[in-house]
């Protein structure tokens, strides 16, 4: 799909625009403790045309900016904002009416020029018609094509989404086509530098053939490598961008997050690899977090266990168990690249991932596991009212999605979903892979 970013310096209200322009209908999916609620990369339909949407500025962590790192945070948000501007295929630039044009929107927008890229502008926080020529002039002198708009209360929002649509038809991207060649289980790799991700690898690889490193024409420096192990076609998603943050510092890894999770989507399974001896820092909270927000099937690898004493790896293991208890479900595997450890477990793993995510379960039966859920447990009564569920059904969807009706969904209690999680995955036997719950009301 094409990319289109929204740049722009903080507080132009982005995420607002991301929200609006995404307009996710507001199903109640399961809410994970701790997860945090920004979404950072939406899939946009307007009609029948589809783009994937990156917000920058919802990637900057609110614990960072504190007064002593106010240089560094406008540093990083410039940086953030850099590379998403290279990976996108379209840019749209937001600033702030209210404020009117500053210095940091003008460098922003020789950023943004310099890049080539197709652009247009929104001039946000504009909130009605007979504020426009007032609030919009001046950034005339940008010479960036623009539109007024107020996200927060949806003034020109309309007109604003149906020249968006037109400006992504402008571009002429064509969808992810399907050469109808075998692909196999594709995976992307994710990770802090010196994890060991390429390593991890190189270990999968191992004698077996390698059939192509395909550069692909878009993103110079996408690789994507495949080979054959066991008559299976496998495909490491995106192996350059795992070299080359080998080789920079770890405050620009963060940026990598956008690109992480566009990876994440063009494959079936994620491994995301963890340095033993480091644990699970905060970027890799980070991550896991986003992954179980936007489900995304993943494996966590637990990697260099030969760095730690044999009768410390169980102890080891429990204490990442323990850390990433939010997310049961997650396979934790630990490996020893350097030694082969552990690492001829991962494709088997992953590709029972993937057969649980293509399960598709009848009406029938679901409809009498919810009898066999509710009888067990009923759910528990909220402001004097106990939820009724209709029926069950499965949705089309990439990961087993469950679409539960019900009288009212607001009063479904979220111990109750999680309940009804673990119910239907015991159930249904889907052991590895994350499941959605959603709730639709109906009277
Ligand atoms: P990447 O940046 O995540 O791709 O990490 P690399 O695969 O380049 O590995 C970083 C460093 O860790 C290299 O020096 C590897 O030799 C080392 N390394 C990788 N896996 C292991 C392992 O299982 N055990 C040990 N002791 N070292 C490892």
């Known amino acids: 799909l094409p990319i289109v970013a929204l740049v ?165 991207i064509p969808e992810d086509e399907d050469d109808g060649i075998e692909k196999g289980l594709r995976l992307t790799m994710l990770g802090r530098p010196n994890a060991g991700k390429s390593s991890i690898i190189n270990a999968v690889i191992g004698k077996d053939r390698l059939i192509v490193s395909d550069v692909a024409g878009t993103t110079r420096d996408s690789i994507d490598v495949t080979f054959e192990k066991r008559d299976k076609r496998y495909t490491f998603v995106d192996t350059a961008g795992v070299r080359r943050r080998a080789n920079i510092q770890d405050h620009l890894e963060k940026i990598s997050v956008i690109r992480a999770l566009k990876n994440s989507r063009r494959s079936d399974v994620t491994i995301l690899t963890i340095d033993i001896t480091l644990g699970v820092g905060r970027q890799d909270k980070r991550l896991i977090e986003f992954l179980a927000k936007e489900k995304t099937p993943f494996i966590v690898v637990v990697n260099k266990a030969d760095l730690v004493p044999r009768n410390e790896t169980n102890r080891a293991l429990e204490a990442f168990r ?42 029938g039966i679901l409809n009498r596991s919810l009898q066999a859920v509710l009888e067990r447990q009923q759910p528990p009564v909220v402001k004097r009212r106990r939820p009724k569920f209709f029926y069950v059904t499965q949705a089309d969807e990439e990961i087993p999605t469950f679409v539960f009706f019900c009288n009212d969904h607001a009063i479904v209690k979220t111990s109750y979903v999680r309940y009804l999680e673990n119910q239907f995955r015991k159930m249904l036997g889907i052991k590895t892979a994350p499941v959605n719950i959603v709730f639709r009301s109906s009277h």
């Open 8 to 172: 722009g310096r903080p507080n132009v209200g982005k995420s607002t625009l991301f929200n609006r322009l995404l307009r996710k209908a507001r199903a109640i999916t399961h809410d994970l403790p701790g997860v945090t609620r920004d979404r950072i990369y939406g899939e946009c339909r307007m009609g029948d045309v589809r783009f994937d949407l990156v917000d920058t500025g919802g990637m900057v962590l609110e614990s960072e900016a504190t007064p002593e790192l106010s240089k560094d945070f406008e540093d990083e948000i410039f940086e953030q904002a850099q590379e998403a501007i290279e990976e996108a295929n379209a840019i749209i630039f937001v600033v702030d009416g209210k404020e009117g044009l500053t210095p940091l929107d003008q460098q922003a927008a020789e950023y943004v020029r310099r890049s080539g890229k197709p652009v247009f502008m929104l001039v946000n926080k504009v909130d009605g018609s007979e504020f426009a020529p007032q609030m919009t002039g001046e950034f005339h002198e940008l010479g960036i094509e623009f539109m007024p708009v107020s996200a927060a209360h949806g003034y020109n929002l309309h007109e604003v989404r149906h020249r968006v649509k037109q400006f992504v038809i402008d571009l002429n």
């Open 322 to 363: 323990n850390e990433l208890r939010i997310i049961p479900h997650v396979p934790i595997v630990m490996t020893s690249a350097q030694k082969g450890v552990g690492i001829g477990k991962l494709l088997p793993i992953a590709e029972a991932m993937r057969k649980e995510c293509q399960i598709r379960i009848g009406t």
